[in-house]
């Protein structure tokens, strides 16, 4: 079975400074991982997704993650946190094969300080 | 590309009545779609999926005479709620995928708010 453990329900840091969401995850084959980031009241915007192939993924709005097998880990980077990033953010695995099901985290949420 | 819609955005209603929640793919052919409510400052939770023409998957919990699911055809499925109670007031996300993709594509939700 597949599973998603965010660390932190919620994380602060000042504007400027780096921002580290963490993401881990439990897969018995290669999985399909992603990081959504949802503002309040609206749906998911895809930030990133890691498929096949390089494991340094960049996404939008700065943001980029980086897959470690051997970590089991899919953690979220951006290098200066800007105070439009402040919002909730889902890491979600799903099988590469059937219905694509995905399997959410619990969520961060980010909040940026002046 | 790839943009799906909701509608309404927004409903209120009374104890008792049904809500139907629509769900469109606007710009491509959806084989599955997925549906998903979110509590508040909560992840999102799967309610069900569905593949165009055939009968719903729910997840384990989710009454399926409560919550009726229709995707009759490749671009629309709905959600209906039956006789809503305020426990029912949530945030419903639906989202879809095309075989030719490895990831879903999320509508804006539904906040469903029951008196």
């Known amino acids: 079975a597949q599973s998603v453990t965010q660390l932190g329900s919620h994380v602060s840091v000042s504007e400027g400074a780096l921002v580290l969401l963490r993401c881990n995850y439990s897969?018995?084959?290669?999985?399909?991982l992603f990081w959504y980031v949802q503002y309040p009241n609206q749906g998911l915007q895809l930030l990133l997704k890691?498929?096949?192939?390089?494991?340094l993924v960049k996404g939008i709005n700065g943001f980029e993650a980086e897959f470690k097998k051997s970590e089991t880990s899919f953690h979220l980077t951006k290098p200066s946190a800007h105070m439009s990033d402040a919002a909730e953010y889902f890491c979600?695995?799903?099988?590469?094969?059937?219905?694509?099901?995905?399997?959410f985290g619990t969520g961060t949420r980010l909040k940026v300080l002046a | 590309g790839a943009v799906v819609s909701q509608h309404p955005s927004r409903v209120i209603c009374k104890s008792g009545t049904s809500v139907k929640i629509e769900c469109r793919s606007l710009?491509?052919?959806?084989?599955?779609m997925f549906w998903y409510r979110q509590f508040p400052k909560k992840s999102l939770m799967l309610m069900a999926t569905?593949?165009?023409?055939?009968?719903?998957?729910?997840e384990q919990g989710v009454e399926k005479d409560k919550f009726l699911i229709n995707h009759a055809s490749l671009t629309l499925s709905t959600l209906t709620v039956t006789s809503a109670h305020p426990e029912d007031s949530s945030f419903y996300i639906c989202?879809?995928?095309?075989?030719?993709?490895?990831?879903?594509?999320f509508g804006p939700g539904t906040r469903l708010t029951v008196l």
């Open positions: 989202s879809a995928r095309d075989y030719s993709y490895n990831e879903q594509f």
């Open positions: 897969s018995s084959v290669p999985p399909y």
């Open positions: 890691y498929t096949t192939g390089a494991t």
């Open positions: 979600a695995v799903t099988l590469t094969s059937g219905t694509y099901k995905y399997i």
């Open positions: 710009d491509f052919q959806a084989t599955t």
């Open positions: 569905s593949n165009e023409g055939s009968k719903a998957t729910y």
